[in-house]
Nanobody, 122 residues
Framework: QVHVVESGGGLVQPGGSLRLSCAASGSIYNIYTMAWYRQAPGNQRELVASTSKIASTNYADSVKGRFTISRDDAKNTVYLQMNSLNPEDTAVYYC????????????????WGQGTQVTVSS
């Protein structure tokens, strides 16, 4: 099994910064894509940023230039540095790991964390 845990959410004022972390543990064989999604009340879950095994990155237009995704494969961890936050960034942020396990090395599975709340408010 693979366990994914996010951390780093909280309350921040507009213009402030937060850094989210997400670590995977368990019988991991390889992690390919690491990604952050978010879901605000009444909205669908949307992709915020993703990074591939070769460290290519992809961002939602709404966060380009403000958010930075990075990964540490040695630690099975992905980070999301969020700067210049505004109230529209308020949401539950979820981490997704696309990985293979020691028991299923040829098949990737999406593993999700439980989410961490980010609230941007004065």
């Amino acid at each position: 099994q693979v366990h994914v845990v996010e951390s780093g959410g909280g309350l921040v004022q507009p213009g402030g910064s937060l850094r989210l972390s997400c670590a995977a543990s368990g019988s991991i064989y390889n992690i390919y894509t690491m990604a952050w999604y978010r879901q605000a009340p009444g909205n669908q879950r949307e992709l915020v940023a993703s990074t591939s095994k070769i460290a290519s990155t992809n961002y939602a237009d709404s966060v380009k230039g403000r958010f930075t995704i990075s990964r540490d494969d040695a630690k099975n961890t992905v980070y999301l540095q969020m700067n210049s936050l505004n109230p529209e960034d308020t949401a539950v942020y979820y981490c997704k790991m696309v990985a293979t396990t020691a028991f299923s090395r040829a098949t990737t599975t999406d593993y999700w964390g439980q989410g961490t709340q980010v609230t941007v408010s004065s």
